[in-house]
């Protein structure tokens, strides 16, 4: 059975601080690994995918890939209020994105 | 607008009655599929679809059916729904390798 792990939280970061996200995952077959934000009573959007090992940045986000740990991570610079969310990781056996195995989420809140 | 739907938004239905939610996309992705939503476990893959008529099943498919007729539809159907079905359920599409576009998820309870 894959697994995707995440501490549920909730993690309470101050506004301006970072934040980071963390998700460790079984299958060392895993090719690619995604975090999805969703709010409360919304669905899951997309922030950032990553497939090699090593750091992937996009404006404030910056994820984080270490196949040899099973670790993928989420880095969140200068966070603020609208940051406040539940972060999904997920992992993709290949490098198509059909059959996705999601973690069960970290509630972030930013406190201003 | 490029969306993805679906309907009901919110059903309220009793065990063994059979029951549809529609999905539909107006993006011409090849992928779709159905996730359900548990506090606590997350969201989980019932089945997905990379094709018309290709079809596949996730982590969680019993009790549930699907088809793909249509490149724009992936209907999700509970021939007999029992309470263990009652969840937040997402349909979802994309083009290969690329982001999956989630619907806005339909709230289903089984009394």
């Known amino acids: 059975q894959k697994e995707v792990e995440q501490n549920s939280g909730p993690l309470s970061v101050p506004e301006g601080a970072i934040a980071s996200l963390n998700c460790t995952y079984s299958?060392?077959?895993?090719?690619?690994f995604f975090w999805y934000r969703q709010y409360s009573g919304k669905s899951p959007e997309l922030i950032m995918f990553?497939?090699?090992?090593g750091d992937k940045e996009d404006g404030r986000f910056t994820a984080q890939l270490n196949k040899a740990s099973q670790y993928v991570s989420l880095l969140i610079r200068d966070s603020q209020p609208s940051d406040s969310a539940t972060y999904l990781c997920?992992?993709?056996?290949?490098?198509?994105?059909?059959?996705?195995?999601f973690g069960t989420g970290t509630r972030l809140t930013i406190i201003p | 607008e490029a969306q993805v739907t679906q309907n009901p938004r919110y059903l309220i239905t009793v065990t063994g009655k059979k029951l549809t939610v529609t999905c539909s996309q107006n993006?011409?992705?090849?992928?779709m599929s159905w996730y359900r939503q548990d506090p606590g476990l997350g969201l989980r893959q019932i089945y997905y679809?990379?094709?018309?008529?290709?079809?596949d099943k996730g982590d969680v498919p019993e009790g549930y059916k699907v088809s793909r007729k249509e490149k724009r539809n992936f209907p999700l159907i509970l021939e007999s729904p029992s309470p263990n079905q009652t969840s937040l359920y997402f349909c979802?599409?994309?083009?290969?390798?690329?982001?999956?576009?989630f619907g806005p998820g339909t709230r289903l309870t089984v009394l």
């Open positions: 299958d060392r077959g895993s090719q690619s």
């Open positions: 979802a599409s994309s083009y290969r390798d690329n982001e999956q576009f």
């Open positions: 993006m011409n992705h090849e992928y």
């Open positions: 679809s990379m094709n018309v008529e290709v079809t």
């Open positions: 990553i497939y090699s090992n």
């Open positions: 997920a992992a993709s056996f290949n490098f198509g994105n059909e059959k996705l195995t």
